[in-house]
C-alpha cells in the first residue's frame, strides 16, 4: 500500500525563481493539505485541497498556490522565492469525512526539502 | 492569535515513563492530535483526543482535558526507537481539516 509520496527530495533554487512541488496522496484518499515546516518549528498550514478546489488556507501570501487533479494527485507553486521560503514542504492526505474519513489523522509524505539561495 | 505551547526538549531512560505536554489557546476546538517525527522523517499519526479522558494505545496513551485546554501525551517502557520530535495539533473543525501544530518536543531516551 503506497503512502503519501512527493517530489522532488531535495532542491535548491535562487531568490526570485518559481518552483512547483508534487505530491500523490495515498491510496483511497481524496484530500490534499500542504503544509511549511521551518527547521526546529512544528509545521504550519499552508491549504488543502479537496474535491480540486482550495477548501482552506493559512496565512500564506499568494506566491504560495496549488492545485489538485481528477486522480487527487497535487502541485505546490511558490512564486518569487525569498530566502525565508526555506523549509521541508510536506504533503498530507486524508480521507474527507463526508466520504468516510474521520478524525484519524494524516498521512504525511517525507517532504521536499527546499533551500533558497 | 493561535497558540500551543509544548517544552522544547525532554530527556529520560530506557524503560522509563515519560509526559509531554500540550496547552493550546485556539480560536476553536474539535479535537487534539499527537504526531512523531525521527529526524529527516515524516510526521506519523499517534493519537486523536475529541472528548475528555484518556486513549490508550499499546505504550502511547493521551489524554484531553477541554475546561482546562489541557492535553498530554504519556509514552511507557521507553525504547531508543522513541527517541523523536512530538506534536500536538489542534484541529478546528470536524474531519481533517486545517490543523494547528505546536512547536515540539524533542525526546532524547538514553541507554
Known amino acids: 500500500d503506497a503512502g503519501v509520496t512527493q517530489s522532488p527530495t531535495h532542491l535548491i533554487k535562487t531568490r526570485g525563481q518559481q518552483v512547483t512541488l508534487r505530491c500523490s496522496p495515498k491510496?483511497?484518499?481524496?484530500?490534499v493539505s500542504w503544509y511549511q515546516q521551518a527547521l526546529g518549528q512544528g509545521p504550519q498550514f499552508i491549504f488543502q485541497y479537496y474535491e480540486e478546489e482550495e477548501r482552506q488556507r493559512g496565512n500564506f501570501p499568494d506566491r504560495f498556490s496549488g492545485h489538485q487533479f481528477p486522480n487527487y494527485s497535487s502541485e505546490l507553486n511558490v512564486n518569487a522565492l525569498l530566502l525565508g521560503d526555506s523549509a521541508l514542504y510536506l504533503c498530507?492526505?486524508?480521507?474527507?469525512?463526508?466520504?468516510?474519513?474521520?478524525?484519524?489523522?494524516?498521512?504525511f509524505g517525507s517532504g521536499t526539502r527546499l533551500t533558497v539561495v | 492569535g493561535q497558540s500551543l505551547e509544548q517544552p522544547s526538549e525532554v530527556t529520560a531512560v530506557e524503560g522509563a515513563i515519560v509526559q509531554i505536554n500540550c496547552t493550546y489557546q485556539t480560536s476553536g476546538f474539535y479535537g487534539l492530535s499527537w504526531y512523531q517525527q525521527h529526524d529527516g522523517g515524516a510526521p506519523t499519526f499517534l493519537s486523536y483526543?475529541?472528548?475528555?479522558g484518556l486513549e490508550e494505545t499499546g505504550r502511547f496513551s493521551s489524554f484531553l482535558s477541554r475546561s482546562d485546554s489541557y492535553g498530554y501525551l504519556l509514552l511507557q517502557e521507553l525504547q531508543m526507537k522513541d527517541s523523536a520530535s512530538y506534536f500536538c495539533a489542534v484541529s478546528l473543525q470536524s474531519g481533517t481539516y486545517k490543523y494547528i501544530f505546536g512547536t515540539g518536543t524533542r525526546l532524547k531516551v538514553l541507554a
Open positions: 498530507a492526505s486524508s480521507l474527507d469525512a463526508r466520504t468516510g474519513g474521520g478524525n484519524y489523522g494524516y498521512t
Open positions: 483526543n475529541g472528548l475528555d
Open positions: 491510496s483511497g484518499h481524496d484530500t
